[in-house]
């Protein structure tokens, strides 16, 4: 063990007092321990509480229209589309792809639905037995998901606890829907199956879903066409990647349309997330940084005398830096494990619990969200651990500065 190791580790373990028998360096350490320790914690959930958001209303939003869209490419972005067929090489085929997840029909009709006392404007989603029930049965609130015979259309629909509520239905209930065909009124009567509740505004307050057959009929289509298909992911994260080669493997009559183009004011809002926890933790580790960088000046000048005869024994101006850098490192350390264990424990409980809670019509979510990602956390440690490390050499440099005579005079 090196001379600068082993004096540092004989400082850390001893005590510093003065000539009273006080220890007056120990409060200025136990405040820059807890400065960190707080910091820590609050950069931990700020990034746990600001990626947990975002995954969940990603994942919202994906929920309601898979992760990229196989559409005509002369259909707008509107509820109503022109029809494409199922006859294609890659339906199914594209379930095969290790990174997809599921491929499956879709297709949309704007209508009125009217029960005895309200109207409300809805949008019939028109699914089929490929459809994934994945996202959904997470939200189920009432009922069941949707179940198609193979030889007739189902009148089962499930709507949202919004439109429930607003229109009084339950479960077992009938209404009907007028779609608009030729600029006549075609009704269909449908019956409440299921009830879903994601707190997502203006997919709520919109969707229904049920058998896409009825939209098949109401558009005079065959059965084989449909809107579009939905492509559902494993990750997020090779969106672009699918997007590309999806786009590349379809005919020129076709197109991809990804959730992040289609919605780009929900995605575009939660990017600037990503600002708000930068800032965030630039002043946390400015904060953890100037605290250890005040302790460790505060050290050096306790530690006056030693400094100067440690230079009488020949000892060199780095060598006593470095044992500084020792023992500033040490209690930095200190800091961030106290700060990982609070961070941790606080994100684990509101993960598990769900004590802290959100008003669902601002937020779209009834609590607050908890994602922890060990490599996020792995990476926030190691990026505080080394910019408060740089901090800390220019505080040391005070040694060079103090006079072996003068220091060892010092009483």
């Given amino acids: 063990m090196n001379f600068e190791l082993f004096t540092a580790l004989k400082l850390i373990r001893g005590k510093s007092s003065n000539k009273n028998g006080r220890n007056n360096i120990k409060p200025i350490i136990n405040i820059a321990l807890a400065g960190i320790a707080i910091s820590v914690a609050v950069m931990i959930l700020s990034v746990t509480v600001v990626t947990g958001f975002q995954n969940e209303i990603r994942e919202k939003i994906i929920g309601f ?163 579009g298909f939905e492509v559902n992911l494993h990750n997020y994260e090779d969106l672009d990647e699918l997007d590309d080669f999806i786009f590349n493997n379809i005919p020129f009559e076709y197109k991809t349309t990804t959730i992040v183009n289609k919605n780009q004011n929900l995605f575009g809002w939660l990017e600037l997330q990503d600002i708000n926890v930068t800032i965030i933790i630039s002043l946390m580790i400015m904060v953890s940084g100037i605290n250890m960088a005040s302790a460790l000046l505060i050290m050096i000048l306790d530690r006056t005398r030693m400094i100067g005869i440690f230079k009488a024994m020949g000892t060199s101006n780095t060598s006593i830096r470095k044992l500084f850098l020792y023992i500033a490192t040490y ?23 769900k004590i802290f809670t959100l008003p669902a019509e601002t937020y779209f979510l009834s609590h607050v969200p908890i994602n922890i990602q060990i490599w996020d956390i792995l990476s926030l440690n190691i990026f505080t651990l080394i910019v408060c490390i740089f901090m800390l050499i220019a505080p040391t440099y005070i040694v060079t500065k103090i006079s072996t005579v003068d220091a060892i005079k010092l009483d």
């Fill in 331 to 353: 209690l930095l350390t200190v800091g961030l494990f106290w700060g990982n264990l609070i961070g941790l424990s606080a994100a684990l409980i509101q993960k598990h619990f």
């Fill in 65 to 227: 229209g898979g992760h990229l869209q196989i559409s005509n490419f002369q259909s707008t972005d509107g509820y109503e589309i022109i029809p494409i067929s199922t006859d294609q090489p890659f339906y199914p085929e594209l379930d095969t792809l290790p990174k997809v997840s599921n491929i499956q029909v879709y297709a949309n009709k704007t209508g009125i639905l009217k029960t005895k006392k309200e109207i409300l404007g809805v949008v019939l989603k028109g699914i089929s037995n490929d459809f994934d029930w994945t996202f959904f049965n997470e939200y189920m609130v009432e009922g069941e998901p949707l179940k198609f015979d193979s030889e007739k259309k189902s009148n089962n629909v499930v709507i949202s606890k919004k439109i429930a509520q607003k229109m009084d239905l339950t479960i077992g209930d009938n209404f009907l829907v007028f779609f608009i065909k030729n600029n006549k009124p075609r009704p269909r009567k449908f019956m409440v199956t299921g009830i879903y509740s994601t707190n997502l505004e203006g997919f709520d307050d919109l969707f229904i879903l049920g058998d896409i057959r009825h939209i098949q009929k109401l558009n005079g289509w065959e059965e084989t066409q449909v809107g």
